[in-house]
T-cell receptor
Framework: GDSVTQMEGPVTLSEEAFLTINCTYT??????LFWYVQYPGEGLQLLLK?????DKGSNKGFEATYRKETTSFHLEKGSVQVSDSAVYFC????????????FGKGTKLTVNP | DAGVIQSPRHEVTEMGQEVTLRCKPI?????LFWYRQTMMRGLELLIY????????DSGMPEDRFSAKMPNASFSTLKIQPSEPRDSAVYFC?????????????FGAGSRLTVL
């Protein structure tokens, strides 16, 4: 079945450091890919998405590129802030198939001042 | 729009009691999802509805769990009887299907503790 694998956390960085959170997927067909973020005590919210190969999703300084050849969708940010501390979830949705999202297990990021 | 509204935000109950969690999706959204989040298992999809009709309940753990969506603006997730292993945060999410990408809006969650 479809699945998403994320790098295990937690990840701890200093402010202004570069962030990469790895995400790879297994899916039949051509999925849409997502990053969701969960701030403490809140529900998940969409951070960015990409719907086809080579698309780059971006939002709030975060970026991820849909790489079909490596089945990856790594999340990056050039300079993290304390306010970026949260749990990040990679997810996929198979186009033309099920409407449900399949989530990775999440990666907790802590950014220290 | 006020977003997806869940109640209660916190529930503490004793083993064997019935628990009912409630969700009001975003007006106009045609999909509603119930997820459960635990440290051990992460986010698990329990069930989802399309236009108030259950589409896939394969994630419902066992017969103790049931979900209903009597109309487009309300859904419930019921656990009867509850057990300590049901302790988790339960999220409701809704979406308006857009070809090629299903973007979910989540509620703030209901944290359930079963003693």
């Amino acid at each position: 079945g479809d699945s998403v694998t994320q790098m295990e956390g937690p990840v701890t960085l200093s402010e202004e450091a570069f962030l990469t959170i790895n995400c790879t997927y297994t899916a039949t067909g051509y999925p849409s890919l997502f990053w969701y973020v969960q701030y403490p005590g809140e529900g998940l919210q969409l951070l960015l998405k990409a719907t086809k190969a080579d698309d780059k999703g971006s939002n709030k300084g975060f970026e991820a590129t849909y790489r079909k050849e490596t089945t990856s969708f790594h999340l990056e940010k050039g300079s993290v802030q304390v306010s970026d501390s949260a749990v990040y979830f990679c997810a996929l949705c198979t186009q033309g198939g099920s409407e449900k999202l399949v989530f990775g297990k999440g990666t907790k990021l802590t950014v220290n001042p | 729009d006020a977003g997806v509204i869940q109640s209660p935000r916190h529930e503490v109950t004793e083993m064997g009691q019935e628990v009912t969690l409630r969700c009001k999706p975003i007006s106009g959204h045609d999909y509603l999802f119930w997820y459960r989040q635990t440290m051990m298992r992460g986010l698990e999809l329990l069930i989802y509805f399309n236009n108030n009709v259950p589409i896939d309940d394969s994630g419902m753990p066992e017969d103790r769990f049931s979900a209903k969506m009597p109309n487009a603006s309300f859904s419930t997730l019921k656990i009867q009887p509850s057990e300590p292993r049901d302790s988790a945060v339960y999220f409701c999410a809704s979406s308006l299907w857009n070809s090629g990408a299903n973007v979910l809006t989540f509620g703030a969650g209901s944290r359930l503790t079963v003693l």
